[in-house]
Nanobody, 127 residues
Framework: QVQLVESGGGSVQAGGSLRLSCAAS????????MAWFRQAPGKEREGVAFIDSYGGANYADSVRGRFTASRDNAKNTLYLQMNSLKPEDTAMYYC?????????????????????WGSGTQVAVSS
């Protein structure tokens, strides 16, 4: 069965960095778009980064220039390098897989377009 397992979250001070990982299994990872979403307490889930089968990525305006998403199709792993972290980046971070077709070229950006989700990893940024 499809499994997505995030890791790498933690507590950092503002200006610091973290690298999140998402290990995928149970499907042909390289064929599908992936994404990182986050959800802070009392807020809706929001998209952070969206990546196609070939590694091309798009970003939310709030993180562009600070976060970098990448994927290693040989290792079935998705990454999110987060630099210059801000307190407003504090949230639970989730990876997600979109199973709409094979060899994804244009990543979806809405949570309801993603079919599988990990359980999340917590990121806390203090000022």
């Amino acid at each position: 069965q499809v499994q997505l397992v995030e890791s790498g979250g933690g507590s950092v001070q503002a200006g610091g960095s973290l690298r999140l990982s998402c290990a995928a299994s149970g499907y042909t990872y390289s064929r599908h778009c992936m994404a990182w979403f986050r959800q802070a307490p009392g807020k809706e889930r929001e998209g952070v980064a969206f990546i196609d089968s070939y590694g091309g990525a798009n970003y939310a305006d709030s993180v562009r220039g600070r976060f970098t998403a990448s994927r290693d199709n040989a290792k079935n792993t998705l990454y999110l390098q987060m630099n210059s972290l801000k307190p407003e980046d504090t949230a639970m971070y989730y990876c997600a897989a979109d199973f709409a077709g094979s060899w994804c070229y244009v990543p979806a950006t809405q949570p309801n377009e993603y079919d599988y989700w990990g359980s999340g990893t917590q990121v806390a940024v203090s000022s």
